[in-house]
């Protein structure tokens, strides 16, 4: 009778756990689509696609519009050192060079290379990274599937040289 109890009892917590875990599935993109458009959430799912589309819009237009604003002001040539950030793989450290205002070359001195995965792995992230910020002009870009460490490390020594330029 015991194990009969305990099996039922098992089973219910089992099932409860499943039900409240797609709950909290199905919740996440009503979240996001509530954070994105107020009017959205009260759609139910045909909302959820639209906006997505725009919202990846916006932050590239305001980017693209915010450097040549700030960088008539205050900004001076030269070439900006970011922080030594320490990530769980190693440091990583961001130096740009600003000329006219604009970003015109990113080096990266230090990122994780202590062993081959992470040599493959930086190989292809510190490359794509470099190219997103040349293209964004600020430290607004996407984060390198796979290199996350180094990715965020990347970010926030990009922000400091770049707070450093004032851009």
């Known amino acids: ?94 130096d740009i060079t600003v000329s006219n205002g604009q970003i015109t070359n990113v080096d990266v001195p230090h990122y994780p290379d202590s062993n081959p995965r992470d040599q493959a792995i930086n190989s292809r992230a510190i490359p794509q990274l470099v190219s997103e910020t040349l293209a964004a002009q600020g430290a607004q870009i996407d984060l390198v599937s796979g290199a996350t460490y180094t990715s965020d490390g990347y970010v926030q020594s990009l922000q400091a040289a770049l707070d450093q330029a004032q851009l």
């Open 1 to 94: 009778m015991k194990r009969i109890a305990y099996t039922m009892f098992s089973l219910l917590s089992g099932i409860t756990l499943l039900v409240s875990f797609r709950a909290s599935l199905d919740t996440a993109p009503s979240t996001e689509a509530a954070g994105a458009a107020p009017q959205a959430s009260a759609a139910a799912e045909p909302a959820n696609p639209e906006p997505a589309v725009p919202e990846p819009v916006a932050p590239e237009a305001t980017t693209s519009a915010s450097p040549p604003a700030t960088s008539s002001s205050s900004t001076q040539d030269g070439t900006y050192r970011g922080d030594v950030l320490s990530t769980r793989y190693g440091t990583v450290e961001v």
